[in-house]
């Protein structure tokens, strides 16, 4: 995976556009990356010239979308007299991780709160862990620190990135996206050159819909204005005869 590291504007990494954007309080640090490199640049949450704490978030698009990205946080702090929040939100909507990470190399374990948020062990000074790893499609990407009480003096993030974006994560000349119209919503699996055919899709509950549909070139076309969103389906698809399963979310 690839390491995200600008803190504004846009840039191109590995043919995917990345736009960062910041809102709130965010700080630059002398030494971009801490926790012997594990984390960072990404500050939010303290200011470092008037020494206070208050919301600050990051916000990353990424187009054409990717199909996933690894968090590492670090700094978190708890107390009786201060506390704080790292929470993330996945195409504008909230993602409760699942679990907590590993621990990284510099400090105590985090907390998993109730809502899926990473918050600080308690009386630990600071706290993190890495590797918290979620799939795409990841549109936008917004990371929060939020204060709850008190002066935690705010928390640090690492960002990378999959290589491959969705469109063409299926394989090199296979490409799966959304397109919207007026009529509704498609999915759109093109190849340039493949003989590409479309078997079958099946939804969370094991139902699966049978399509068999060969490419018409240039792309296959699949209502999914039906389609429960935020929910994972499997593609079945047949690619110059070698049999191809891909897991995708519908968004």
Same mark, same amino acid.
């Given at each position: 995976?690839?390491?995200?590291?600008?803190?504004?504007?846009?840039?191109?990494?590995?043919?995917?556009?990345?736009?960062?954007?910041?809102?709130?309080?965010? =700080?630059?640090?002398?030494?971009?990356?801490?926790?012997?490199? +594990?984390?960072?640049?990404?500050?939010?949450?303290?200011?470092?010239?008037?020494?206070?704490?208050?919301?600050?978030?990051?916000?990353?698009?990424?187009?054409?979308?990717?199909?996933?990205?690894?968090?590492?946080?670090?700094?978190?702090?708890?107390?009786?007299?201060?506390? +704080?929040?790292?929470?993330?939100?996945?195409?504008?909507?909230?993602?409760? &991780?699942?679990?907590?990470?590993?621990?990284?190399?510099? %400090?105590?374990?985090?907390?998993?709160?109730?809502?899926?948020?990473?918050?600080?062990?308690?009386?630990?000074?600071?706290?993190?862990?890495?590797?918290?790893? &979620?799939?795409?499609?990841?549109?936008?990407?917004?990371?929060?620190?939020?204060? &709850?009480?008190?002066?935690?003096?705010?928390?640090?993030?690492?960002?990378?990135?999959?290589?491959?974006?969705? %469109?063409?994560?299926?394989?090199?000349?296979? /490409?799966?996206?959304?397109?919207?119209?007026?009529?509704?919503?498609?999915?759109?699996? %093109?190849?340039?050159?493949?003989?590409?055919?479309? &078997?079958?899709?099946?939804?969370? =509950?094991?139902?699966?819909?049978?399509?068999?549909?060969?490419?018409?070139?240039?792309?296959?076309?699949?209502?999914?204005?039906?389609?429960?969103?935020?929910?994972?389906?499997?593609? %079945?698809? /047949?690619?110059?005869?070698?049999?191809?399963?891909?897991?995708?979310?519908?968004?």
């Amino acid at each position: 995976m690839q390491r995200v590291n600008h803190l504004s504007g846009s840039q191109t990494i590995n043919d995917i556009v990345v736009t960062v954007s910041s809102t709130g309080q965010t =700080a630059r640090l002398w030494t971009p990356n801490l926790c012997n490199g +594990e984390t960072g640049p990404y500050f939010i949450g303290y200011n470092t010239i008037d020494y206070t704490c208050s919301n600050g978030s990051f916000t990353f698009t990424f187009s054409p979308p990717v199909s996933e990205v690894k968090l590492n946080f670090t700094g978190l702090s708890s107390s009786s007299v201060y506390d +704080e929040e790292m929470i993330v939100y996945v195409n504008g909507e909230h993602y409760s &991780i699942p679990e907590p990470g590993t621990l990284n190399s510099c %400090e105590k374990l985090a907390y998993l709160s109730n809502s899926g948020n990473v918050t600080g062990c308690y009386e630990c000074s600071t706290s993190g862990w890495n590797g918290t790893h &979620i799939e795409g499609p990841i549109y936008t990407l917004t990371i929060l620190d939020s204060v &709850i009480k008190g002066e935690p003096a705010g928390a640090l993030f690492a960002l990378y990135m999959g290589w491959l974006s969705l %469109e063409n994560d299926l394989s090199t000349k296979v /490409r799966a996206y959304k397109k919207e119209s007026a009529a509704g919503s498609d999915l759109i699996i %093109e190849t340039d050159s493949l003989d590409l055919k479309l &078997i079958s899709i099946q939804g969370p =509950a094991g139902d699966k819909m049978e399509y068999n549909s060969y490419t018409t070139l240039p792309y296959i076309t699949v209502d999914i204005s039906k389609f429960t969103k935020e929910v994972e389906y499997t593609l %079945e698809l /047949r690619v110059d005869n070698v049999l191809l399963s891909k897991k995708i979310t519908i968004w």
